[in-house]
T-cell receptor, first 116, second 115 residues
Framework: AQKVTQAQTEISVVEKEDVTLDCVYE???????LFWYKQPPSGELVFLIR??????QNEISGRYSWNFQKSTSSFNFTITASQVVDSAVYFC?????????????FGGGTRLMVKP | NAGVTQTPKFRVLKTGQSMTLLCAQD?????MYWYRQDPGMGLRLIHY???????AKGEVPDGYNVSRLKKQNFLLGLESAAPSQTSVYFC??????????????FGPGTRLTVT
């Protein structure tokens, strides 16, 4: 069975600090997909990234970067020079290939608070 | 495009009452989902649908029923509400293209309180 663990329930940083959100997953499939979503205080979920298990290259998008390491089953998310607008709950999710309905299994989420 | 919309945004029910949550999407997506979000537990899948007229159970289906009579709509029903169903409910939809999962687009959520 698939499982996603986000061990950090809350993180608090001061603006301009770098912060890394951890995500560890479990799956028996060799082909799977990993996602990150952001949930700002307004409540909606915003898609950030999708990565398949065959692509271990790190990805950078502006201040955001993702580090995918199959050897440790981790898909960590780093925000560089954090800003108050980054305050949100962040969810990591996993979808095994060929699962009916392309269902996602979510981690419990990490609440990030960025203080000015 | 409105994306994914949910009706209502808030609702308070008494134990034993019934209600239906409506989800609508205008992106012509095949797949639709209902999740519930509880503190510290992330989102858990209640039911999902891979196309018009089809539904299937997710991780936490007990106490809920769903219907997908039209491709663009996915209804979630609570026949006899219980306090344990107090939660925030999210609807989502996604493309279907082969076997690879694409990102899910989420609605704004419905906050339900059962007293």
């Amino acid at each position: 069975a698939q499982k996603v663990t986000q061990a950090q329930t809350e993180i608090s940083v001061v603006e301009k600090e770098d912060v890394t959100l951890d995500c560890v997953y479990e799956t028996r499939d060799t082909t799977y997909y990993l996602f990150w979503y952001k949930q700002p205080p307004s409540g909606e979920l915003v898609f950030l990234i999708r990565r398949n298990s065959f692509d271990e290259q790190n990805e950078i998008s502006g201040r955001y970067s993702w580090n995918f390491q199959k050897s440790t089953s981790s898909f960590n998310f780093t925000i560089t020079a954090s800003q108050v607008v980054d305050s949100a709950v962040y969810f990591c999710a996993l979808s095994e290939n060929n699962n009916a309905g392309n269902m996602l299994t979510f981690g419990g989420g990490t609440r990030l608070m960025v203080k000015p | 495009n409105a994306g994914v919309t949910q009706t209502p945004k808030f609702r308070v029910l008494k134990t034993g009452q019934s209600m239906t949550l409506l989800c609508a999407q205008d992106m012509n997506h095949e797949y639709m989902y209902w999740y519930r979000q509880d503190p510290g537990m992330g989102l858990r899948l209640i039911h999902y649908s891979v196309g018009e007229g089809t539904t299937a159970k997710g991780e936490v289906p007990d106490g809920y029923n769903v219907s997908r009579l039209k491709k663009q709509n996915f209804l979630l029903g609570l026949e006899s509400a219980a306090p344990s169903q107090t939660s925030v409910y999210f609807c989502a939809s996604s493309y279907e293209q082969g076997q690879a999962p694409y990102e899910q687009y989420f609605g704004p959520g419905t906050r339900l309180t059962v007293t």
